[in-house]
């Protein structure tokens, strides 16, 4: 059973910077896309970057320019680097392959940013 455990969510102001990791029980991102998702209060679950297993990386644009996706095989772990952050980046972040798998997902973190 392939765990997901996300983590580095907290409170930020407006324009500050956070880095978000996932850390998988197996090498699932070797072989799998892998994305990071969020949900905002209200709002449907949306994928906002993902990378392939070639390494190749996709954005939507609402964060195109100011997240970055990568991995790091010895740890099994994906990550996203979110700069420039808005209050509307608010939300819980999950990590998830592209497409997801309903046993894959986790409990998220959550991202709060302050205006």
């Known amino acids: 059973q392939v765990q997901l455990v996300e983590s580095g969510g907290g409170l930020v102001q407006a324009g500050g910077s956070l880095r978000l990791s996932c850390a998988a029980s197996?090498?699932?991102?070797?072989?799998?896309?892998m994305g990071w998702y969020r949900q905002a209060p209200g709002k449907q679950r949306e994928l906002v970057a993902f990378?392939?297993?070639?390494?190749?990386?996709n954005y939507s644009d609402s964060v195109k320019g100011r997240f970055t996706i990568s991995r790091e095989f010895a740890k099994n772990t994906v990550y996203l680097q979110m700069n420039s952050l808005k209050p509307e980046d608010t939300a819980v972040y999950y990590c998830?392959?592209?497409?997801?798998?309903?046993?894959?997902w986790g409990q998220g973190t959550q991202v709060t940013v302050s205006s």
């Open positions: 197996d090498m699932i991102f070797v072989i799998n896309t």
């Open positions: 998830n392959t592209r497409p997801s798998k309903g046993n894959y």
């Open positions: 990378i392939t297993p070639g390494g190749s990386t």
